[in-house]
């Protein structure tokens, strides 16, 4: 069970605003997406994803972090659809050929060749959440391709060996966890058998999907990239920063890039040095509402 859940938070890594209280350092996973309570009470009321802007001293331009969670409610989606029109440029992610713009005949045709996309677009449907891809107009003229091909993400994979690198760090890392691991993994069952007793089945996963998730943040990053990095998130932000470079050579002064949030941490600290920008700004978008009653939301 603990495996499932952890591929679950994997894939997903890859409205009501609320600024943020305090500094921090964009380091972790943590400082894009997050569950939030009411102050005193034990149940989640959403699971939210951060909007983190990034200046330079004199302010010519803005790079706003857009972290993405690839199943949400539709109205979180449509939330994000009224942001982008904001920006001079939104640079999204999608290993597909370059310029390629997803529209429902390419997401349907992507559910039947990819396995990923299917099993998001099925849990879904279980957690009566919406597939991102079916719902971010990407034919808007501000949207722009920022990632590798097909085939170039397939030579990066195989020429630093993700796969079997992955594979190696998820045995080191459940070797590490030991009895504590077995412990955690029947409590974790106990949780999972307790949402399928709940009387909105629905709305008891997503809250244990979402508590999961941010227990499961950090171990999981380190398993996709480790310390070298990886083709999946460190090669795939090389090129959507490349991009970034061109829009910003271009005069583009607003700029957004919406990729999962496992991306964000590393997109956060090339900002910073190689750019030599620094975060001003925090807003939260809610893209799971984990409430019964829609106004019980802080």
Not at 35 to 51: C, H, L, M, N, Y
Not at 181 to 187: A, F, L, M, P, T
């Amino acid at each position: 069970m603990k495996h499932i859940i952890f591929f679950f938070a994997v894939i997903l890594f890859l409205s009501n605003f609320v600024f943020a209280d305090e500094p921090k350092k964009f380091d972790r996973l943590s400082d894009f997406m997050c569950v939030t309570k009411k102050e005193g009470k034990r149940q989640p009321v959403s699971f939210d994803t951060a909007i983190v802007r990034f200046t330079d001293e004199k302010k010519k331009f803005e790079v706003d972090l857009i972290a993405a969670v690839h199943i949400g409610d539709k109205e979180y989606y449509k939330e994000l659809n009224k942001i982008f029109k904001r920006y001079d440029s939104v640079l999204y992610e999608l290993v597909a050929e370059k310029g390629t713009k997803p529209d429902k005949s390419t997401v349907e045709e992507k559910k039947e060749k990819n396995l990923l996309s299917a099993f998001q677009s099925g849990m879904g449907t279980s957690l009566e959440l919406d597939f991102q891809l079916e719902h971010i107009n990407y034919k808007a003229p501000n949207m722009v391709h920022a990632d590798l091909s097909p085939s170039e993400f397939a030579n990066r994979v195989t020429n630093r060996g993700d796969l079997i690198q992955i594979l190696y760090r998820a045995i080191i890392l459940g070797v590490k966890k030991g009895k504590e691991g077995q412990d955690e993994e029947i409590k974790m069952q106990g949780r999972l058998l307790g949402t399928l007793l709940a009387s909105n089945q629905s709305l008891a996963l997503k809250r244990f999907f979402a508590k999961e998730m941010i227990n499961q943040m950090d171990d999981s990053m380190w398993v996709l990239g480790g310390e070298e990095g990886s083709a999946i998130i460190t090669d795939r932000n090389a090129a959507a920063l490349k991009v970034l470079s061109k829009e910003i050579k271009n005069g583009k002064k607003k700029i957004a890039i919406f990729y999962g949030g496992a991306h964000l941490p590393e997109f956060a600290q090339s900002l910073k040095k190689d750019f030599k920008l620094s975060p001003t700004e925090t807003i939260w978008v809610v893209a799971w509402d984990l409430t019964s009653d829609h106004s019980a939301r802080p």
